[in-house]
């Protein structure tokens, strides 16, 4: 859940803005229907829901490593995050000073699509992704629903009114492969929520069920 920051100084950063509500209100619902529930989570001003063992991480590249490294026994898998698509290729050790001018150019460079590493890592887990866009949202989350090899994209317009960052509502679209996809009327985040979950309960007939390993013991 919730946006990446990436440094460009010790002081400054590039993120988005994502609140994280969507992916918190997943974890509390799939917490409330029994679930054993790990968030993994960008910096947000949510408090961590009660009952989920929580992980919070800053860069894309600790989330990466907080998910990836978890796979192994998950069941589930929801990347609800914002993650940065991109991240200073050097980031300055020191604050850049104000008299030396403005930056005009940031070099930045590819992140790693967390996404895709699952999906190609994966071997029983169901895999839940997230599509926000802003323009053309059919065609978009049609490719994206491919491209990323999940079992589930719910795609949102995050510009649309009383919808997605920030918003306690969310108004979201769910593609499954060869399924017609479905559209939620605007509904709050906690229901839109409980929506996903009962669709991806419908999405996971058939597959194969968990061989896992076990999970490391949790930490009290
Ligand atoms: N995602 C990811 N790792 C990234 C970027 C995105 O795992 N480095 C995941 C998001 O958590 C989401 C899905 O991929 O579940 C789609 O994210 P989105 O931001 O909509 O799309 P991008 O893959 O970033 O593509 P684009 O920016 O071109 O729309």
């Not at 919730?2 to 010790?10: F, L, N, S, V, W």
């Not at 200073?88 to 008299?99: I, V």
């Not at 460079?109 to 599509?131: K, M, W």
């Not at 679209?173 to 929506?195: D, G, N, S, T």
């Amino acid at each position: 859940a919730g946006p990446t920051q990436e440094a460009i100084d010790p002081v400054r950063f590039i993120s988005n803005r994502s609140s994280g509500k969507m992916g918190y209100a997943l974890a509390e619902a799939a917490c409330a229907r029994g679930a054993e529930v790990v968030l993994v989570s960008g910096p947000t001003a949510l408090p961590p829901p009660t009952g989920v063992e929580y992980c919070p991480v800053i860069t894309a590249e600790e989330m990466r490593k907080a998910m990836t490294s978890r796979l192994a026994w998950s069941d589930t898998v929801i990347m609800a995050a914002a993650v940065a698509d991109f991240r200073p290729a050097r980031p300055s050790p020191q604050k850049l000073k104000k008299r030396r001018g403005p930056v005009t150019a940031l070099d930045l460079e590819a992140t790693d699509d967390i996404l895709r590493e699952l999906n190609e890592r994966r071997t029983h887990q169901l895999l839940v992704g997230f599509a926000a866009e802003t323009e053309d949202l059919l065609a978009h989350a049609r490719e994206k629903l491919h491209a990323k090899g999940v079992d589930l994209l719910i795609a949102n317009d995050v510009t649309a009114a009383g919808s997605g960052f920030g918003s306690d509502s969310n108004r979201v679209w769910l593609f499954a492969p060869e399924h017609a996809p479905v559209e939620l009327p605007l509904l709050p985040k906690r229901e839109v929520a409980e929506r996903i979950l009962d669709h991806m309960l419908t999405v996971q007939t058939g597959r194969q069920t968990s061989s896992r390993p076990s999970r490391p013991h949790r930490k009290e």
